[in-house]
């Protein structure tokens, strides 16, 4: 079982930047694929990225593909999503989660076996 808390969010304005971290805790945190995902009130949770264990496989949503970039430090157990030229689109809650090995579920939420609690993002027009 592993914990994860996530952090860094925030408000910040239209074409500014955030760096979330998602902290994990508890087993190997190297043996798990980790994603970020994204809920608006009223919408859908929605597929953000995904990173494999050793970071050698990525996938981006189409929607933030050149302006956000996931990276991962196993030996710190941290996964972090670098946000940059935000749109007030981007604001929800932002979850980070785990599951485990890469696999053609990763954009689907209910694959998933761990999750954070959330961190608020808000951008402001």
């Known amino acids: 079982q592993v914990q994860l808390v996530e952090s860094g969010g925030g408000l910040v304005q239209a074409g500014g930047s955030l760096r979330l971290s998602c902290a994990a805790s508890?087993?190997?945190?190297?043996?798990?694929?980790m994603g970020w995902f994204r809920q608006a009130p009223g919408k859908e949770r929605e597929f953000v990225v995904a990173?494999?264990?050793?970071?050698?496989?990525?996938y981006y949503a189409d929607s933030v593909k050149g302006r956000i970039t996931i990276s991962r430090d196993n030996a710190k157990n941290t996964v972090y999503l670098q946000m940059n030229s935000l749109k007030p689109e981007d604001t929800a809650v932002y979850y980070c989660?785990?599951?485990?090995?890469?696999?053609?579920?990763?954009?689907?939420?209910?694959?998933?076996?761990?999750w954070g609690q959330g961190t608020q993002v808000t951008v402001s027009s």
């Open positions: 508890g087993r190997a945190f190297s043996t798990y694929a």
């Open positions: 989660a785990a599951k485990g090995p890469w696999d053609n579920g990763m954009t689907n939420y209910r694959t998933y076996e761990y």
């Open positions: 990173i494999s264990r050793n970071g050698g496989n990525l």
